[in-house]
């Protein structure tokens, strides 16, 4: 198969590659939400303006083959200046419609010369599961190239095989022991209902409040809410809007007579649920809001059918309430093979193994 690219510089021209790019979707070895055109816009938006961003789009004739979305930044540390690229898809590293695709081959190609200065390509929350993983991995070791490669983080999900009284009694223990008699408290101290917005008329009404929320939330004070990320609620805002377009975007709050108190933001794709964000107020946070919200929707979910709810992030004592069981995802990082890129991936694993995080397994 031969491939040639065309690389999306300028607005516009992401714009007008939508129908070309849901084509391909549609074709795709792998589908997941992160590999959507509407993932792909909101992750331009977020970051145009701080960096470089491209689109890689790699075609056999007339025919969009794969789509790889990133941005480029400058590095400059001891030892090692140069370019940095961050692949902006996530679980799956990249698209593609037909696994004889010489898609990494062309990407890395189409990179190297556009930035002779290349010293690191990273792929992010990475399903080693997953379809390219491997090819990822093998890829880099027949090219020579260095590569680092550590388990980021546990990933819960809720695989839903039975109807949800059944799965309740499984975990009946844990969501009592969050729950006690609380829903009763919080009730008496305002009547509460439970709404969602999911019309693309109401999707902007309800994340305003999603946003309310997030920022009054701990994570305000511990500056990862939303609007304390560089650009973060603008991906998304942006991802609810477009998303809402396919159908795709459930936003869920929790509210009382005075104010909207918890929130989930959830992206329903190929019979999963994606739960990307969560929140409740802090001043609420006795009456675990966050717990009762999600009971319903969890419910809900069941009877709609759905097979999978994926909870994304880092397992914390909230998200194993509902699950034990977890994905494990990965960071890969592949460095130029010269002074410069080795000296950067040896700053990287100093950086990472500084932390008391999981250990790292270099593959190469």
Known sequence: MKLHIIELKKFSDFLAIRTAWDRMLEQAVTRNVALTYEWAYASWKRYAGFFDVRVATLWEADTLVSAIPFVAKPVSREGCRGTAVQVLTEIVPYSTISEEAPVLECFFAYLRRNYADLLKVSFQEVDASCYGFAALTDWAQGEGMPFFIYKSHESPYVEIRTDFSSYYLTRKKKIKNALRNKPDKLQALSPFRIVSYAKETDIRRGFQQLLEIDCESWKYEEKSDMSSREGQHIFYETLAEEGAKRGMTELWLLVNEREPVAFEYNLLFEGKVMAIKWGYKVKYASFSPGVILRLETTKQFFERGFRMIDL?????????????????????????????????????????????????????
Request: charged share 25%.
């Open 312 to 364: 994304w992030g880092s397992k914390d004592q909230f998200k194993t309430i509902w699950s034990d069981a977890h994905f494990d995802r990965y960071a890969v990082h592949l460095y130029a093979n010269s002074a410069a890129g080795l000296a950067l991936k040896r700053q990287d694993e100093n950086a990472r193994n500084s932390v008391a995080a999981p250990s790292a397994v270099e593959l190469c």
